[in-house]
């Protein structure tokens, strides 16, 4: 099974600016972020920091599927490899 290790951030989000668009466009259509809609395991969510809503991650939920990095429409999400052997092995993907 897939293991998890704690601390091990394998999921780079690369503009957090994005996401907060990104949020903020799909919740004027009505409808949630594709990463937070489409997420199995319900690693996404969106926090409210300072008044502004942002994308936030729950790791240790993570199945490493990678399906937010497939639906995220802005190209912002990368599923990494885990570190010390845990989870499934997407090298050679």
Same mark, same amino acid.
């Given at each position: 099974?897939? &293991?998890?290790?704690?601390?091990? @951030? $394998?999921? +780079?989000?690369?503009?957090? +600016?994005?996401? !907060?668009? /990104?949020?903020?466009?799909?919740? #004027?259509?009505? &409808? *949630? *972020? ?5 997420? *199995?395991?319900?690693? $996404?969510?969106?926090? !409210? ?6 994308? #936030? ?7 490493? /599927?990678? *399906? ?11 599923? &990494?490899?885990?570190? @010390? #052997?845990? #989870?499934? +092995?997407?090298?050679?993907?």
């Amino acid at each position: 099974g897939t &293991k998890y290790h704690e601390g091990n @951030q $394998h999921i +780079d989000e690369f503009n957090a +600016d994005v996401c !907060v668009k /990104c949020i903020s466009k799909y919740e #004027g259509f009505g &409808k *949630t *972020t594709p990463c937070v809609a489409d997420c *199995t395991a319900e690693v $996404h969510r969106v926090d !409210v920091i300072d008044k502004v809503k942002r994308h #936030g991650m729950s790791l240790e939920n993570c199945v490493h /599927c990678r *399906t937010c990095e497939i639906v995220c429409p802005e190209v912002n999400l990368r599923v &990494k490899p885990t570190s @010390q #052997g845990s #989870g499934p +092995d997407f090298l050679g993907l």
